[in-house]
């Protein structure tokens, strides 16, 4: 049967809850903290500086988007909405006004005075010796000039398109003979050419200059007859919501086919600007582009600054991480019988800190057994250049049935995704696509072999995607197994999935969006409950990526209540107040945030000493347990979930990288119980390392 969705009372908005992006604000700010961090590298922190830009750019194409079309909407509209996006509108800009003062002080002060030392050198036009000013003037004439695209702004009758986060230059000017001023715009070609610019220095040095500075350097060619007083940049970010009607009829793939090419046309979501910008320039801009107050936010000199990603390091590995390489997991990836090995016993891999070629093998070795007849896998997000999906195509000549789920509603993946749809298809593949409602989330793959008389199934279950170069830098665990209570279920999701209809048989040992998931997560707690109120020993350890989901926030606050010990280690959101008198004295939450991004999710219950362990595609999100296919796995192999405990325990213990969750957001470092630095990512490296004897 269908897993039961919260009632309304469940949902109920009178429990304590942080509002779930006023705490993703807080989990970017824990980004920006590492870029303050002087013991990080200073190449890693100008890293997240950009990592803070580029998760804020997505923010405010999907979710402040999606407050600023609430607010748009008629009253008729918004009367059963539960919170108020005027309320959390005005709180996200506090916050966000806070952000990025401090960001731009730390650009100006902290990071560019440290690049300085170590020679490298931003410069700004009025910098420039004359070799450099010769340079940058000549670059402009040979690469820039068809890309500017001036425009004279006139009130009320020019209203040039700003492109979706594409740079502009505001100019202030004033006519000549006139003496009256005006305002242009000019677009900084940051989509055509670098950001950053090299310029010709002495060899103890590198100088640059930033792409907007050459504009700047040049705008008074484009403007004959008048004087610049002075420029400002502004950018425009649009909504990257796909809104398809009538999404439960029609062809899905060609309304999102369709939908994408609207998407860089979308409403507006934010407008930023230079804060010295004259306010006389802002409101003037305000009205041309039919901004509102919701929709502007000041930012410093520069915008688009997810484009440090790009800067320079010329050669300067000191300033960055000491290489981590990932640790081959020799039983799969040294045996000459890929099967035969998974068939002794279930194998759990750690990317990043394991190689990803052990789930490589798992393709490749399939597509080659001349024993294979069948590859099953869901497609969320696949790397561009993909071994396993040519993996598919050769299993295809080798006359083996290939059936690839491909989520075409994975966000900014959607086109890719639709991509490899075709070529696979092209090549002989069995292509099943989204189904109307529901989004496929689970991170799954199944293999079938002939052996003997018999046919043997194969299973890959992770919390993260098929993507070979996410998979370098996410932290996700991976089970191989051959176990034949997971594979059976895993071919029922298959079954599922292909065929939309409902199984037959119930899931007794996966737990699966859709069908038990939620249901079977709240049995979990309630036992633990249970044994509490028994005077037993009780105890709930969550690692997840968000926890917004009201009713389960409260189940955990009724735990907590009861005397359940709640362990919670979450990346992003954590709607959830940890701590609270009366609500959540039993419940601790910490933050990491590293290296690498911490992406895996664990499910651990203390079910009066017998553990259960369960590895998660899924978040504790309204969208994740009640909207989506996300499929949740147990590990049953005492090892190795001795294992997974022993990776718990180091995140737990980290007292270098952990910040700690609360109710005033203040992300402090977490001080551990022990005066021995711990930093868990490091930690759990070398733990692998000494345990694989490498």
């Not at 401090?102 to 009025?126: A, D, G, T």
């Not at 020019?158 to 492109?163: D, G, K, T, Y």
């Not at 989004?439 to 008389?453: M, N, P």
Request: with cysteine; hydrophobic share 40%.
């Amino acid at each position: 049967m269908p897993d039961l969705q919260p009632t309304a009372a469940e949902t109920s908005a009178s429990i304590p809850y942080i509002d779930r992006d006023v705490s993703w604000l807080s989990f970017n700010y824990r980004v920006l903290q590492e870029a303050k961090d002087p013991s990080v590298p200073l190449f890693e922190r100008v890293k997240f500086l950009a990592i803070y830009s580029s998760n804020l750019s997505e923010f405010f194409r999907v979710r402040m988007a999606t407050h600023r079309n609430i607010l748009r909407a008629s009253k008729k509209s918004k009367k059963d909405l539960d919170f108020s996006s005027k309320r959390v509108i005005r709180e996200m800009q506090r916050i966000l006004h806070q952000q990025q003062e401090e960001f731009s002080q730390m650009f100006e002060k902290n990071i560019i005075p440290e690049l300085q030392k170590h020679h490298i050198h931003l410069l700004r036009r009025l910098d420039l010796n004359e070799e450099q000013r010769l340079f940058i003037e000549s670059f402009f004439r040979n690469n820039m000039l068809p890309f500017v695209q001036p425009v004279l702004l006139v009130k009320h009758k020019i209203r040039p398109f700003l492109n979706n986060s594409a740079l502009y230059l505001t100019v202030w000017l004033r006519d000549r003979e006139t003496h009256r001023t005006k305002y242009a715009i000019v677009k900084i070609p940051s989509d055509h050419m670098p950001r950053f610019i090299e310029l010709p220095s002495s060899q103890d040095r590198h100088d640059l200059i930033m792409l907007d500075d050459v504009v700047r350097h040049s705008v008074s060619w484009m403007f004959p007859g008048y004087d610049i007083i002075d420029t400002y940049s502004i950018k425009l970010t649009r909504d990257a919501e796909l809104y398809i009607d009538d999404e439960f009829s029609g062809d899905l793939v060609q309304k999102i086919k369709k939908s994408l090419i609207k998407r860089e046309v979308g409403s507006t979501s934010r407008f930023v600007y230079d804060r010295n910008m004259p306010e006389d320039l802002l409101e003037f801009l305000k009205e041309t582009f039919r901004l509102e107050k919701y929709d502007i936010l000041p930012e410093g000199r520069y915008h688009n600054n997810f484009d440090l990603f790009h800067l320079p390091s010329f050669g300067l590995n000191h300033l960055k991480n000491a290489p981590l390489p990932p640790l081959p997991y020799q039983p799969l990836e040294n045996t000459s019988d890929f099967f035969g090995a998974i068939q002794d016993s279930d194998h759990l891999i750690y990317v990043p800190y394991h190689s990803y070629e052990s789930v490589v093998r798992f393709f490749e070795a399939a597509a080659k057994d001349p024993d294979v007849t069948h590859i099953k896998i869901v497609q969320y997000r696949v790397a561009r250049k993909s071994r396993i999906m040519q993996a598919l195509k050769d299993a295809v000549k080798s006359g083996k049935q290939v059936s690839v789920f491909i989520e075409v509603k994975a966000r900014f993946d959607e086109e890719a995704n639709l991509n490899w749809g075709e070529e696979l298809e092209k090549a002989g593949v069995n292509v099943h696509y989204s189904f109307p409602g529901v989004k496929v989330h689970s991170k799954i793959a199944l293999v079938r072999r002939q052996e003997g008389e018999e046919f043997k199934l194969y299973a890959y279950l992770s919390t993260g995607n098929f993507h070979e170069e996410t998979a370098k830098i996410y932290s996700d665990l991976g089970l191989f197994t051959a176990d034949e209570r997971l594979v059976k279920e895993v071919g029922r999701v298959f079954s599922y999935l292909e065929t939309v209809k409902i199984p037959e048989q119930e899931f007794e040992h996966l737990l699966v969006g859709q069908f038990n998931l939620r249901s079977r997560l709240v049995e979990l707690i309630d036992r633990e409950i249970a044994n509490a109120e028994a005077g037993k020993a009780a105890e709930i350890i969550l690692k997840m990526n968000s926890l917004q989901d009201r009713p389960m926030i409260n189940k955990l606050y009724e735990a907590s209540q009861k005397g359940v010990k709640v362990k919670l280690i979450i990346r992003g959101i954590c709607s959830l107040i940890p701590g609270l008198v009366g609500w959540s004295e039993n419940i601790e939450a910490i933050s990491i945030v590293d290296r690498f991004l911490e992406h895996a999710r664990v499910f651990i219950f203390h079910n009066d000493g017998e553990e259960q362990i369960f590895l998660s595609s899924a978040d504790w999100m309204v969208r994740n347990l009640s909207y989506r296919i996300e499929v949740a796995f147990p590990i049953y192999a005492e090892h190795l979930k001795k294992e997974v405990k022993n990776y718990i325990n180091i995140q737990l213990s980290d007292n270098v990288k952990a910040r700690i969750l609360d109710e005033e957001q203040l992300n402090k470092y977490s001080q551990g119980s022990t005066d021995i630095a711990i930093r868990s990512q490091v930690e759990t490296y070398y733990h692998i390392k000494r345990n694989m004897g490498h």
